[in-house]
């Protein structure tokens, strides 16, 4: 009895804090200036979109689903807050993650591989 009410107090805070489908920006309010800058050195390259498209649907598509468009609530890549933040910005989340809602760190895979898969998340644009 007490396992499950501590169960559904858990849900209903976080059912509170959560909006499906919806992006928490405050993320970027941890992002340093020199990161926040950065280019993405692959932005654009035909090559860079594919290899990038491949490596989401190896790693992302799994919670953001195979069109980016959010999955189980998680939220969409495809939507003004993803598409609209800096490369840098971006870049620095993949390799830090958010814990706190679910989005794991990337760092292990190679920062170019990061890099193309930016490109290819920029490359959808924004969802019609």
Not at 42 to 48: D, K, L, S, T, W
Not at 55 to 61: K, Y
Not at 94 to 114: C, D, F, H, Q, T
Request: proline share 6%; aromatic share 8%.
């Amino acid at each position: 009895m007490r396992f499950s009410i501590r169960c559904l107090l858990f849900i209903a805070l976080l059912s509170a804090f959560t909006v499906a489908g919806s992006v928490d920006e405050s993320w970027k309010q941890h992002v340093p200036d020199k990161d926040r800058t950065r280019p993405n050195p692959v932005a654009g390259q035909p090559e860079a979109i594919a290899a990038g498209g491949r490596l989401f649907s190896d790693h992302c598509a799994k919670c953001h689903g195979s069109d980016a468009s959010g999955r189980d609530k998680k939220p969409t890549l495809r939507g003004p807050e993803v598409q609209n933040a800096s490369d840098g910005e971006i870049s620095w989340l993949l390799r830090n993650g958010y814990v706190r809602k679910g989005m794991p760190s990337w760092s292990a895979i190679p920062e170019a591989s990061r890099w193309q898969i930016i490109a290819y998340i920029k490359s959808l644009g924004l969802a019609k």
